[in-house]
């Protein structure tokens, strides 16, 4: 009589012992890292300290020695001195090839650089590591062993919980045939059912679908958030809540600018849908005079705004997405409003990507400020008809670089 679920204690330890090597080697490399840090930072102080009188004039033997000097250190693959022209004034180190973090540090000589010092350390591979443990891997593996001897040993169960189990499992089979039994009944009384149902609802009248009413006078700008790894579904309330309500603050600053410049009233623009997991949605009929280019300009002040706000959040550990927009009119041929071709454009795009859909006459508005390129690879009508705005006319930037500077100043001196 063998003990119970030994293949799946037998998974259990092998699972074990790699997580456990896993951990082992982790923090073996982690430890290296840091002594590497520690050392690189320290050789390259040291070597700038030596070498430094010796750059200006520079004196190649003497520079020589020091690298060599240096390199005798076993963790040492390459030492380079540089003059201020970045030309190599010398060189040391016996595994040059080898693969390393590279430590540099400039030599100032009366706050004037004359020159760079630069040290490979070798960074140990996975076999190296391995073998420096070998001994604590060994270890491991005769506990786990150990376990499963012991494991044997101990849950192998006597004759009389043997012929009780039996017994148990003997029961349990008639028990089960006896469900069996009863499931094909309600299964079958299921099917009856059905059936009786499908057969009623044949003698009922078909309800009229309802017209697809598209509107055909509206343009729709749409801001999505890319999200590649889908870091939103892993985000609390808490965290995406403020992060969205800064967004559309930076939004509705934008269409304010926006608006003011372009000559129209905040009555013209309509908030489809606030920043939320899906972005946002607004919308504009496009009878009103410069409508489009109101529309593209928000587009390109909230990427610049975008832009901002993920290089400092990122720089403080922050959640942040990069972001996205498609401006779209109605597509009859796909059956579409403006608001869903917006949304369906805006899927085709990677982050910091424009682009737009509307008819040819209102490209025209556009088209002597912007830069208009057709969409790579288009898959149906929607993307063949569409453009991506590949850059602006100096006067464009200029207008969104005062717009995105006027919105992230006012923003300071709120916090402030």
Same mark, same amino acid.
């Given at each position: 009589m063998n003990a119970p679920r030994q293949g799946l204690f037998a998974s259990l330890l092998i699972v074990s012992f790699a997580f456990h090597t896993f951990l082992l080697v982790l923090a073996t490399t982690h430890q290296l890292n840091e002594n590497r840090a520690s050392q690189g930072q320290l050789m390259t102080s040291q070597l700038v300290t030596d070498s430094i009188s010796e750059m200006e004039p520079a004196n190649t033997v003497s520079l020589a020695l020091l690298a060599d000097r240096y390199a005798t250190? *076993?963790?040492?693959?390459?030492?380079?001195?540089?003059?201020?022209?970045?030309?190599?004034?010398? =060189?040391?180190?016996? =595994?040059k090839t080898r693969e390393g973090e590279v430590f540099v540090r400039d030599a100032l000589q009366n706050e004037k650089k004359v020159g760079t010092v630069e040290i490979t350390?070798?960074? *140990?591979?996975?076999?190296?590591?391995?073998?420096?443990?070998?001994?604590?891997?060994?270890?491991?593996?005769?506990?786990?062993?150990?376990?499963?001897l012991a494991y044997r040993a101990i849950a192998r169960p006597s004759r009389s919980e043997f012929l009780a189990r039996i017994n148990n499992e003997s029961r349990l089979k008639h028990e089960i045939q006896s469900l069996t039994q009863a499931l094909e009944q309600e299964k079958h009384n299921a099917a009856v059912a059905i059936a009786q149902a499908q057969k009623n609802a044949q003698h009922q009248p078909k309800k009229e679908q309802k017209p697809i009413v598209l509107d055909n006078s509206s343009l729709a700008l749409n801001i999505q958030f890319y999200d590649p790894k889908q870091l939103l579904d892993t985000v609390n309330k808490t965290v995406s809540g403020p992060y969205f309500n800064l967004c559309q603050l930076f939004l509705n600053k934008t269409v304010d600018l926006c608006l003011q410049y372009y000559k129209l009233n905040s009555s013209d623009i309509t908030t489809v849908q606030k920043f939320d997991d899906h972005g946002a949605v607004i919308s504009i009929s496009a009878e009103q005079p410069n409508a489009l280019q109101c529309l593209t300009m928000i587009s390109a002040v909230f990427q610049l705004l975008s832009d901002v706000l993920y290089k400092r959040y990122r720089e403080e550990k922050r959640f942040v997405l990069q972001t996205r927009s498609a401006i779209s009119s109605s597509v009859e041929a796909m059956q579409l409003s403006s608001v869903q071709a917006a949304e369906r454009l805006v899927l085709q795009l990677a982050a910091k990507e424009n682009a737009v859909h509307v008819p040819n006459h209102l490209l025209k508005d556009i088209s002597d400020h912007f830069q208009l390129v057709s969409l790579p690879n288009p898959t149906n009508v929607l993307a063949r008809h569409a453009f991506m705005i590949n850059g602006m006319d100096s006067e464009a930037a200029e207008l969104a670089q005062s717009f995105r500077t006027e919105i992230l100043k006012s923003k300071q001196s709120k916090a402030s």
């Open positions: 250190n *076993p963790s040492v693959a390459s030492i380079r001195i540089l003059n201020a022209s970045k030309q190599v004034l010398a =060189t040391g180190g016996q =595994t350390l070798i960074k *140990p591979s996975i076999g190296e590591i391995l073998r420096t443990q070998w001994l604590a891997i060994i270890v491991s593996l005769l506990i786990h062993g150990l376990l499963w």
